[in-house]
């Protein structure tokens, strides 16, 4: 599969990683069976089935110590349910 650049913050607080821009960079892998490679095989074929889905390349801009929003948010949400 090909690749896209994602440019975003890491929280080690929780394992998300936020995506905050795509960077416009992108990554040929040359294989014939995927749909968006310069490669493709059969790609003039209408009822072609290979994935057209690019695999993200994160670029980690800043590292936060707390987990992110929604992380906090679902925190204080069992917190509320369980008073």
Not at 17 to 39: N, Q
Not at 42 to 54: A, E, I, K, M
Request: proline content about 5%; charged content about 25%; overall charge positive.
């Amino acid at each position: 599969m090909c690749w896209e650049e994602s440019c975003g913050n890491q929280h080690r607080g929780c394992p998300h990683f936020v995506v905050l821009y795509y960077s416009g960079e992108k990554w040929d892998c040359g294989s014939p069976t995927c749909g968006l490679s310069a490669a493709h095989a059969h790609s003039n074929s209408r009822s072609c089935s290979c994935p057209r889905t690019y695999h993200e390349r994160r670029r980690v801009l800043n590292l936060i110590q707390e987990p992110c929003d929604a992380c906090k948010e679902a925190a204080l949400a069992a917190r509320v349910r369980r008073r």
